[in-house]
């Protein structure tokens, strides 16, 4: 091989230039997202049905698993909890999971994500007499209190 002389400088500097001009956007969205969190959750649950037909212990293990992924995205991407909700249904619509299940899990992702931990109290429960499902809300702690201030 010869030496590079201006010609060949000046051809490599040119295509350097052409690559940066038509990739440069794409080159920096890479970058800036280099440390995303990418979706992972290894589910067999794609139907609202199959998940009703689990155990109790299954599904607070999946709600485990969903807020553990929300938490970390959020904290990651930095991005508003609704958004992460969103996030959350959308990969998993493209995995397979009915649009209703991912709603229903949008709910615990959204709930979540503004709780920064899993608080399995958040989520519906049926009522043992009527079968009618319940929301309660989850109790926030007032912090440590003197016992004249209560």
Known sequence: MGSLDFGKLTTIALIFFIIIFFFSDKIIFLYEHKDDLQ????????????????EPEEQKDI??????????KHSIDG???????????NSL????????????????????C????????????????TGAKMNRPAKKSEGTKWFWER
């Open 79 to 89: 991005l508003e909890c609704t958004d992460t909700a969103y996030w959350l249904a």
């Open 63 to 72: 709600l485990a698993k969903i807020s553990s992924i929300c938490v970390r």
């Open 114 to 129: 503004g709780t920064q931990k899993y608080v399995p109290a958040i989520h519906e429960e049926n009522n043992k007499v």
């Open 93 to 112: 619509e493209e995995q397979g999971v009915d649009a209703d299940l991912a709603i229903e899990w949008m709910k615990t992702c959204n709930q979540s």
């Open 39 to 54: 979706f992972d959750l290894d589910v067999p649950v794609y139907t609202k049905k199959s998940y009703d037909a689990m």
